[in-house]
């Protein structure tokens, strides 16, 4: 197996949820495969999410986001946990996405207007995402929750990303969280 550099971030602020469960275990076994890990919690990262003036005048990154985008140019696979809220991530995430996924780092238009530059690719996702009801009921009743980060977010830059699921996890049983952390294991394992 190859060893990797992989870059896991928590997108959830609360280090109680099943989200921050699932990171540490990815991280542990991801370390323990031989893998080169850097890991970020949200919650503990300062940076307003807030895009003041649109994209019509820049701002300038936070330390914490310039970390962010530094590690997401080091990694080769970048892994990322979160819950969904309201058919989407928490808004502190979309926030740090606004923010930093910006032209002339993760893409750049072209001077023709047909089309862009991806500029992460050659990179592999994972992203993580609990729910609190069935994915198969979200998806029936308010459309693909994955598609925001999937292919708005990360393959638009040019990382191909697949998602794991796991529905209903506020009120999954003992043996349905130790098949679920198994699962994150196995794949922290083979850097996937």
Same mark, same amino acid.
């Given at each position: 197996?190859?060893?990797?550099?992989?870059?896991? *971030?928590? &997108?959830?602020?609360?280090?109680?949820?099943? +989200? +921050?469960?699932?990171?540490?275990?990815?991280?542990?076994? !991801? @370390?323990?495969?031989?893998?080169?890990?850097?890991?970020?919690?949200? &919650?503990?990262?300062?940076?307003?999410?807030?895009?003041?003036?649109?994209?019509?005048?820049?701002?300038?990154?936070?330390?914490?986001?310039?970390?962010?985008?530094? *590690?997401?140019?080091?990694?080769?696979?970048?892994?990322?946990?979160?819950?969904?809220?309201?058919?989407?991530?928490?808004?502190?995430?979309?926030?740090?996405?606004?923010?930093?996924?910006?032209? &002339? #780092? !993760? #893409? /750049?238009?072209?001077?023709?207007?047909?089309?862009?530059?991806?500029?992460?690719?050659?990179?592999?996702?994972?992203? #993580?995402?609990?729910?609190?009801?069935?994915?198969?009921?979200?998806?029936?009743?308010?459309?693909?929750?994955?598609?925001?980060?999937? $292919?708005?977010?990360?393959?638009?830059?040019?990382? $191909?990303?697949?998602?794991?699921?796991?529905? /209903? !996890?506020?009120?999954?049983?003992?043996?349905?969280?130790? @098949?679920?952390?198994? /699962?994150?294991?196995?794949?922290? /394992?083979?850097?996937?």
């Amino acid at each position: 197996m190859t060893k990797k550099r992989i870059f896991i *971030l928590l &997108g959830h602020s609360d280090p109680q949820s099943h +989200c +921050c469960n699932f990171a540490d275990t990815y991280e542990a076994a !991801a @370390k323990a495969a031989g893998h080169e890990v850097q890991r970020l919690n949200i &919650g503990d990262m300062k940076f307003d999410p807030i895009l003041h003036h649109g994209y019509r005048e820049r701002m300038d990154l936070e330390p914490d986001l310039l970390k962010v985008r530094e *590690l997401m140019q080091w990694c080769e696979h970048f892994v990322l946990f979160y819950p969904n809220w309201w058919g989407t991530m928490p808004a502190l995430l979309k926030g740090m996405w606004d923010r930093m996924f910006l032209p &002339g #780092f !993760a #893409f /750049k238009m072209r001077p023709d207007g047909m089309g862009w530059n991806r500029l992460l690719s050659g990179r592999t996702a994972r992203v #993580f995402i609990t729910t609190g009801n069935s994915a198969f009921v979200d998806w029936f009743m308010f459309g693909n929750f994955t598609n925001v980060i999937k $292919s708005s977010i990360l393959e638009f830059a040019g990382i $191909s990303t697949r998602t794991t699921i796991f529905s /209903k !996890a506020e009120k999954a049983s003992d043996a349905q969280m130790a @098949k679920w952390l198994r /699962k994150t294991e196995k794949l922290a /394992k083979a850097g996937r």
